[in-house]
């Protein structure tokens, strides 16, 4: 039953192509979040007991049905959410691909074309962001979390390095970082997995554009140094998840540098697509300066979950950070002048993520990129059009395409009145959009182009939605 017949076989990719076809051609048709129904959702599995074998077409056919019926379709192009987009189709062949051939990413002996693709991926992209390509290294990761906290421990590696032999005894004092309020949460997760506390962290103020103060972070620096910690990491945010936020990257590279070369960490996981796009390049300013790098493929490159990737321009600090001896591990390759994947990154075993990108990457070409990513930024000015003309207002100042906003009346900035507003338009199925807290500057709703195949007539259709449920709410 683990090996079907080829007949079996057959009719079952047959079946499977059509329903990824059938998805591609009718998620937009289709509610964009479902109704949230856990007992439904348990009713439809109570049956799979797994005592007997299923069918596999009626098995396939059940996986098919419960996807569409259950799940906000991330693809659908009024998906206003987060960073999940429609799929590149490349991105959809490789991860097949992958998933049939099984390639095993520990051992560079082992899938020597997976490793070595994955670091010409390594190569070219930094490049993008001004690093030397003779130099890069890096690797690919689950996701930004993963890469965000290889930042954190290679930083730690360099600013403690016996820390991977002896530990917390290796701390001469307490180190900390330098984020701000807008930074991604998985550096508090990573200072807490990491074993020197989410206190570690330090938030350095914003000024009303949400971008870290640099002034500010200099300040933090010297009190945290004259009380007698460590600092040892600052780190960049370009693009926030809320807002879109961008900090001074050469201006927090410079205070690092004056502070005694503390790491700087930049993290780009959705804005550092902007490196492919020239007249959004600037937002990169004093990228090339940044000890170590995170961008994320599954975000504004549009390869299917998850693609992270972690770059750093400081050679052998991923070995020293990670390596360990293991002699079972195949040695066929220990004569090379190669890496062992499992010896520079947290995972040992690990599928071939780099195929997505590196077939996406080779079918539209870095111009076939920037086409999409200014059409997607295109697309966020004219929503803002289009709010504004409406009654809303915007309140975030960035020009990647996330849009922040409120009712332009008083009583409809609370977050209260915002919240019902998001909840009434996802529960109508016409669209998924979210509210954000932006510190100081409080709530608002929050809708995001992360969609290449977004067009104008899908923000026409948020904005009505918008306007009936701001209508029914104020009725309410």
């Known amino acids: 039953m683990l090996m079907l017949d080829a007949e079996t076989r057959g009719e079952l990719w047959r079946r499977l192509v059509e329903a990824i076809e059938s998805y591609l051609n009718g998620v937009g048709e289709a509610r964009v979040a479902p109704p949230l129904d856990v007992e439904a959702i348990r009713g439809a599995l109570a049956p799979f007991d797994f005592a007997r074998p299923l069918d596999p077409l009626e098995a396939l056919d059940f996986a098919v049905e419960s996807l569409w019926k259950w799940q906000v379709h991330t693809p659908h192009p009024r998906y206003f959410g987060l960073f999940n987009p429609a799929p590149t189709t490349m991105g959809i062949a490789a991860d097949a691909l992958v998933a049939a051939f099984n390639p095993q990413l520990a051992a560079w002996s082992h899938n020597p074309i ?33 890469a965000n906290h290889t930042a954190l421990l290679t930083a730690l590696t360099r600013a403690f390095p016996e820390i991977g032999r002896r530990g917390m005894l290796a701390l001469r004092s307490q180190p900390v970082l330098y984020v701000s309020p807008e930074a991604h949460h998985s550096f508090l997760k990573a200072a807490r997995l990491s074993g020197i506390g989410t206190e570690a962290v330090r938030e350095v103020r914003v000024d009303s554009s949400l971008r870290m103060i640099p002034e500010d972070l200099a300040a933090r620096i010297e009190e945290d140094r004259s009380a007698g910690h460590t600092p040892f990491l600052v780190v960049a945010t370009v693009g926030s998840t809320s807002a879109g936020a961008i900090d001074p990257v050469a201006e927090v590279a410079q205070v690092a540098d004056e502070a005694g070369g503390l790491w700087l960490h930049l993290d780009a996981a959705w804005g550092g697509a902007a490196a492919l796009v020239p007249e959004l390049r600037p937002v990169l300013d004093g990228a090339a300066r940044a000890d170590s790098l995170t961008f994320d493929a599954h975000k504004w490159l549009s390869v299917p979950m998850g693609a992270g990737i972690y770059l750093t321009r400081h050679p052998g600090i991923l070995e020293r950070t990670f390596r360990v001896a293991a002699g079972y591990m195949p040695r066929e390759g220990s004569v090379l002048p190669v890496a062992d994947p499992y010896a520079h990154s947290m995972q040992w075993s690990r599928r071939f993520i780099g195929l997505k990108l590196f077939l996406s990457l080779a079918v539209a070409g870095w111009e076939g990129y920037a086409e999409a990513i200014r059409r997607q930024t295109e697309m966020g000015n004219l929503l803002r059009e289009r709010l504004r003309e409406a009654g809303w207002t915007i309140v975030n100042d960035t020009p990647l395409p996330v849009v922040c906003f409120v009712d332009t009346d008083k009583d409809g900035r609370s977050a209260q009145f915002l919240e019902a507003v998001a909840a009434r338009v996802v529960a109508s199925g016409e669209a998924w959009i979210s509210t954000v807290s932006l510190g100081e500057g409080g709530p608002a709703l929050r809708a995001c182009i992360t969609n290449y195949r977004t067009g104008p007539e899908d923000l026409d259709a948020l904005v009505a939605a918008l306007g009936r449920a701001r209508q029914a709410v104020e009725t309410a």
């Open 114 to 146: 997976a490793a070595e693709i994955e670091q010409h991926l390594i190569r070219a992209l930094g490049s993008r962001f001004g690093f030397d390509p003779a130099r890069v290294e890096g690797n690919f990761t689950s996701g930004g979390a993963e």
